[in-house]
C-alpha cells in the first residue's frame, strides 16, 4: 500500500522560498503511468492544483503558479520536492502531496495527510 508523507517548516517568511518534501512508502515515483501532485488549499477556499513530476521525470504547472513553483525529485530516497519562490501571505495554505493514477482510472488514487504551511513574518 502507498503512502505519502509531507514535511517541510510550517512557517516561511515572505519572500522567502517554500520547500516541502514528499516521502513516499510502499511504492516507487518512477512507476509506469503514475504522476505526483501538490496540491494546496487555503483557508477558507477551494483545492488548488500546483503541478506534478511523473514517473519518467516530466514537470507540469499550473500557468498561475507557473513562474514560482518547482517540482524535483530524488529517486534515490523515493522522494520528491515543491518549491514555491517569492512567499506571501497569500500563500498561506494546508499543502497536499498527492498520487494520479494515469493507467487509464485517471484520478488521485492516493493523499498524504497534508502540512500547514503559514506566510508570516
Known amino acids: 500500500q502507498v503512502q505519502l508523507q509531507e514535511s517541510g517548516p510550517g512557517l516561511v517568511k515572505p519572500s522567502q522560498t517554500l520547500s516541502l518534501t514528499c516521502t513516499v512508502s510502499?511504492?516507487?515515483?518512477?512507476?509506469?503511468?503514475?504522476?505526483w501532485n501538490w496540491i494546496r488549499q487555503p483557508p477558507g477556499k477551494g483545492l488548488e492544483w500546483m503541478g506534478y513530476i511523473g514517473y519518467e521525470g516530466s514537470t507540469y504547472y499550473s500557468p498561475s503558479l507557473q513562474s514560482r513553483t518547482s517540482i524535483s525529485r530524488d529517486t534515490s530516497k523515493n522522494q520528491y520536492t515543491l518549491q514555491l519562490t517569492s512567499v506571501t501571505p497569500e500563500d498561506t495554505a494546508v499543502y497536499y502531496c498527492a498520487r494520479f493514477d494515469g493507467s487509464g482510472n485517471n484520478f488521485f488514487d492516493t493523499w498524504g495527510q497534508g502540512t500547514q504551511v503559514t506566510v508570516s513574518s
Open positions: 510502499g511504492g516507487s515515483i518512477t512507476t509506469n503511468s503514475y504522476y
